[in-house]
């Protein structure tokens, strides 16, 4: 469990395999866009702090979450290595925070079994708004960075 002062997206950045080689795609979602854009830097900036030119990263917005599930769909047919999929669900007094959640985990998990281009779960789904700015680069790092090594892992995972 993470603690106060635990930065979980601290890497090795010699243990990443080059990747100058590979493109990558990033599906944004525009709601809790606060949360989204701090994933994103994290993302993009880990990607190019590992070699990736900023023209081989290809972003694309969604109004939302749920929306997440197509738009990685269209950009794994674009000429990308791994689609990275940035949202946030924020729990609040309704059932549609669990409609939102399983669909989306559920839509991402069917993208990466049917498809070659392996797709990158970075949606944060926190119970307040606390812990998803601790998790879009405050106190516990960015989960958007940690999508970025695992996307450049799967890349060239999928190249063996």
Excluded at 58 to 67: A, D, I, K, L, Y
Excluded at 84 to 91: E, Y
């Amino acid at each position: 469990m993470a603690t106060a002062n635990n930065n979980l997206s601290e890497y090795d950045k010699a243990s990443i395999p080059n990747a100058s080689n590979y493109r990558f795609g990033i599906v944004v979602s525009e709601w809790n866009d606060t949360i989204t854009e701090g994933l994103f830097k994290g993302a993009y900036d880990t990607l190019l702090e590992n070699n990736v030119a900023p023209g081989n990263i290809t972003r694309w917005n969604v109004p939302g979450s749920f929306e997440l599930i197509y738009g990685c769909k269209k950009m794994q047919r674009q000429r990308v290595d791994v689609v990275i999929a940035i949202g946030s669900v924020i729990q609040g007094e309704t059932k549609h925070f669990d409609f939102v959640c399983e669909g989306v985990a559920q839509g991402i998990k069917d993208l990466n079994v049917l498809h070659d281009v392996p797709v990158i779960f970075c949606v944060l789904t926190d119970n307040n708004i606390q812990q998803s700015i601790d998790r879009s680069g405050g106190i516990h790092g960015n989960k958007g960075t940690e999508a970025a090594v695992a996307a450049i892992k799967m890349a060239f995972l999928n190249e063996q």
